[in-house]
């Protein structure tokens, strides 16, 4: 069974910080790729960083210079490092793995935490 279990969200004021973690269970998690998406009512899940399996990352133009994605292959964790925090950076925050198992490529989503942010 996969399991994806985010953690670390909350309420925090504007210019503060959060760490997000999602501990993966159930793939081989040094090959998969890890994304963080985030998504507020009413709109479309967007993509907010992601770390290839190799360790290569991408970001939002949104978060970047601000958020750090990075990952612990002995932990089966990854992580969002999230500072100077803003307002609209409140969404629900999913934690993602893609890979490719038995030939078949596979995504797999948690169940989302909740950041929210004050001015």
């Known amino acids: 069974q996969v399991q994806l279990v985010e953690s670390g969200g909350g309420l925090v004021q504007a210019g503060g910080s959060l760490r997000l973690s999602c501990a993966v269970s159930g793939i081989t998690f040094s090959r998969a790729t890890m994304a963080w998406y985030r998504q507020t009512p009413g709109e479309q899940r967007e993509l907010v960083a992601s770390?290839?399996?190799?360790?290569?990352?991408k970001y939002a133009d949104s978060v970047k210079d601000r958020f750090t994605i990075s990952r612990d292959n002995a932990k089966n964790t990854v992580y969002l490092q999230m500072n100077s925090l803003k307002p609209e950076d409140t969404a629900v925050y999913y934690c993602s793995a893609v890979g490719i198992r038995g030939g078949l490529r596979y995504v797999y989503w948690g169940q989302g935490t909740q950041v929210t942010v004050s001015s």
């Open positions: 770390i290839s399996n190799s360790g290569n990352t």
